[in-house]
C-alpha cells in the first residue's frame, strides 16, 4: 500500500495516537463519544484515542503545513480504535491506510484519487472489487427539486444508505411527495445511466455543474487511468455534513454484508479547524477487512523464512559458527544458529519449523579443510563446501 | 533496524496499544502507575496505554505461543506512552524496537543478544557508541559479602545507578561498613579488570559460575562476533528485582547527560505471568533518542523525493499526461503530475520543492511525434524523447 502511495507522489505522515476529544466532537458531533475510548489524563485533559485519521492530519495540516507548496499530498497507515463489540474483521484496534490531497479540486486530482485507492486494492492482490462513485451535490439537488425539508432528508438518509428502497417509497409517500415523483427520484438513486440524472436536475445549474464535473472524472478514470469497472451510485450518501460532491466506496463482494473496503471523497474540515479554505478529499482503506478479503480469496500470504540455519556439533565448534553466521548477515542473508546445543536431528526439525532453505553443519573434521556440511531442506541432500564459497554457492542457488 | 532483527533470525510481533493495567503494575509495581496512561474503559476495565513491550510480549507468549518451538526470537517495533513532563529525545509518545528471546540462556545466546543490539545501533548509520557490559547476580554477591541489609541496598541502589560514588562511600561508612571493604567495593564497580571482581566473590561459588559465564560470554563478543569496543560496569543496577544475571546499556556520548540508548538482559517474567518456566532475555532501543544522537552526529537522513514531475502545458494533454505517468508508476517510477493547471514557470517551481530529479513536459508540437520534452532538474538541461523510448532512458540514469 505504502509504495502505491509513493508512487502516485504521496509522502507519509505520522500523527499521534490520541488527541483531544474535541478534535472528534467538532468533526462528527457529540454522538461519536459512545463509539469512541476517551479518557481524562492526569491533568483533566478530555483526550480520545483516534476513531479515524483525517481530522489529526487536517489538524497537523491547519497547525504546521499551511504554508507547504500546493497540493500537499499525504498518505498514513495508522491503528485507530472504536469502543464497540469486536465482529470479524471489525476490531476495537484496527488499522487504516489512507490518504489526503489538500489544495487541489481538479477532475484530474479527483480521478487520480480514486484510480489510486482502486489500484492500491489492486496492488495488494484482490481479484474481486467494486468501486462505486456518488456526488452528494447532486443528491442534494434532488431532495431540493422534491421539495424534502431538512427532517424529511434525516430520516430519508439512513434507508437510502441501506438500499432499503421499497422503504424510501413508503416515507416518500408519507411526506406527501407524489408516486411519480418517487419512483423517479429512486431510478435515479439506483440507475448507472448518467443522462437520466442530467435529465432530473436539469434546471439546477450548480448540480449541472457537478454532473459535469463527475463525467470529466468518469471519463479520465476509463480512458486515462483505465480503471473501466465502476458504477455510478448516487444512493451513497453516508457523511452527508462532511463530505462535499465527490464520494465513492469500494466493496469486496466476497466479504458479504460487511463488505465495504474504503470510502473517500471531498470533504471540508479546515476551515472548521480554524485554517485558511482550501479544497480537500482522501480516503480511507480498512487494513484488517482488506486482509479477511485476501484471506477469504486464497491469497498466497508471504510466510517468514530463514535463508541459512547453523549447526555446530559440538561446543568446540560455536565460536567458527558464529564467525561464519556474522559474515553470512553482512551478506544479507538471514542466518539462524543453534542456541541450545541441541544434538544434528532436533536442529533439523527446529530448523524445518522456521522454514530454513538451507542448513550448514560445521563439524571438526571439515573445518580442518576449512570446510562445512551444506544441507538442501527442501532436496534433502548435502554436499561438502569450502567456507569461502558459501556465500557464492547460497546467491547462486 | 528491522532488517538486522531478521538478519538474526527473528520475527516481528505486534501486539495491542493498551493493555490491562494490572499487567504493568504486576512487573514494575504500583508505583508505576504515576507515569501510565492508565484509564477506565466504558466497561470499568482499568487499562493502560503500554509503557514498554517486554510485558505485552511476554503475556502474548504465555497466552498464545509456549508451544512453540524454543528458542523464540521476537522483535517488535511500537509506539509507548509516559505521564512526563516532555524534553528533548523524551516524548509521551515515544517509539521502542526491542526484542525478546525465549527459551534458552547459553553464553552465545546471550552473546548473540549484545551483539545485535550493538549491531543495530552501528547498521543504522550511529558513528559512536558505548558498550557497558555488567552482571545483577554478581552484584548481588558483594552485598552479600559487605553483610547489607536488604534496606542498606535499597538506598545504595540509586546512588550507584548514578555513579556517585562519594555518596555510595559515606552511606557504606554510615552502615558501619570498613573502609577498607568498601574502597575494594566501589574499586569493583568501576573497574573493567574481571580478575579483580574475581577476587573479591571467590569464596561464592554461584557467583563464580555467573563470572565464568560473563567471561564466555564476552569472549565469544570479542573473538566470533567482532564487537571488541565493550566496558565491563558492574554499576549497572537498574532493574534489580526484574533483570538476572546479565545486563547491559548501550550509550551514545554525543546525548551528554540523557545518553542512554538501549539497555536489556535476562529477566524473569514467564511464572509471573503464568507460564511454565523458562529463560528470557531482550533489549530495547529508544528509537527518538536514536534519531537525535543521529542528527547530533549530522547523519545524512534521505530526504522525500519524486523520481518524475509531468507537465501538460494545456488541458487538452491532461488525459495523455496521465496514461504516461501510469505508464511509469507500472515500472516502480515514482511519479508526479501537474493536478492544478499551472504553468509551466510554477509547475518547476513545485517541481523542484518535490526533490524531483526529471520533468516531462507534454505539449502538442512534441506530442505529434510520440515524443515529450525530458527535463534534468539537477543539470537544467532537456531533450526531446519518444514516448517509448522515456522508460529506457529514466532507467539508464
Known amino acids: 500500500m505504502a509504495s502505491t502511495f509513493k508512487s502516485f507522489g504521496y509522502g507519509e ?22 463509539e469512541i475510548y476517551a479518557f481524562s ?11 479515524e485519521l483525517t481530522a489529526p492530519v487536517i489538524r497537523f495540516y491547519v497547525e504546521k503545513m499551511q504554508m507547504e507548496p500546493k497540493p500537499l499530498k499525504l498518505f498514513y497507515f495508522g491503528n485507530c480504535f472504536r469502543y464497540d463489540r469486536p ?37 495488494v492482490g484482490l481479484k474481486n472489487i467494486q468501486l462505486n462513485i456518488g456526488n452528494l451535490n447532486i443528491i442534494n439537488s434532488t431532495f431540493t427539486k422534491l421539495g424534502l425539508s ?6 430519508l438518509l439512513p434507508l437510502i444508505d441501506k438500499s ?12 406527501g411527495i407524489t408516486n411519480d415523483s418517487t419512483k423517479e427520484f429512486i431510478d435515479i438513486l439506483q440507475t448507472s445511466d448518467i443522462n437520466k440524472i442530467k435529465k432530473f436536475i436539469q434546471e439546477d445549474a450548480s448540480a449541472m455543474d457537478e454532473l459535469s464535473n463527475l463525467e470529466k472524472i468518469l471519463d479520465l478514470l476509463k480512458s486515462s487511468f483505465n480503471v473501466k469497472d465502476f458504477q455510478i451510485k448516487m444512493s451513497i450518501v453516508r457523511g452527508l455534513d462532511y463530505y462535499k460532491g465527490l464520494v465513492f466506496e469500494i466493496d469486496a463482494p466476497v466479504l458479504g454484508a460487511e463488505k465495504q473496503l474504503c470510502g473517500g471523497g471531498a470533504y471540508e ?47 568446540e565448534m560455536i565460536g567458527k559458527s558464529i564467525e561464519i553466521a ?57 554436499e561438502v563446501v569450502k567456507i569461502a564459497d558459501i556465500v557464492s554457492k547460497l546467491k547462486n542457488n
Open 87 to 123: 465482529q470479524k474483521g471489525r476490531y476495537r484496534e484496527f488499522w487504516q491506510a489512507g490518504c489526503e490531497i489538500v489544495g487541489t479540486n481538479t477532475p484530474e486530482a479527483y480521478a487520480e484519487l480514486v484510480a489510486m485507492a482502486y489500484t492500491i486494492l489492486k496492488n
Open 269 to 315: 474540515l479546515v476551515t472548521l479547524f480554524g485554517g485558511r479554505e482550501t479544497p480537500t478529499a482522501g480516503f480511507a482503506v480498512g487494513f484488517d477487512r482488506t486482509i479477511l478479503a485476501l484471506e477469504i480469496e486464497k491469497f498466497a500470504f508471504p510466510s517468514l523464512k530463514t535463508d541459512v540455519y547453523i549447526i555446530p556439533v559440538s561446543e
Open 13 to 34: 505522515i505520522q500523527t499521534p495516537t490520541f488527541e483531544t476529544l474535541e478534535l472528534f466532537t467538532a468533526k462528527s458531533g457529540d454522538s461519536i463519544i459512545d
Open 326 to 382: 556474522q559474515n553470512l548477515r553482512k551478506e544479507g542473508i538471514l542466518t539462524d544458529l543453534d542456541l541450545l546445543r541441541r544434538g544434528i536431528g532436533k536442529s533439523l526439525k527446529y530448523a524445518n519449523s522456521k522454514n530454513a532453505e538451507k542448513v550448514i553443519i560445521i563439524g571438526p573434521k571439515e573445518l580442518e579443510n576449512d570446510s562445512v556440511t551444506l544441507r538442501d531442506m527442501k532436496a534433502g541432500d548435502q
Open 150 to 155: 431538512k427532517d424529511g432528508q434525516k430520516k
Open 164 to 175: 432499503q428502497f421499497d422503504d424510501v417509497f413508503s416515507l416518500l409517500s408519507d411526506l
Open 41 to 51: 489524563d492526569k491533568g483533566n485533559r478530555e483526550l480520545a484515542l483516534r476513531p
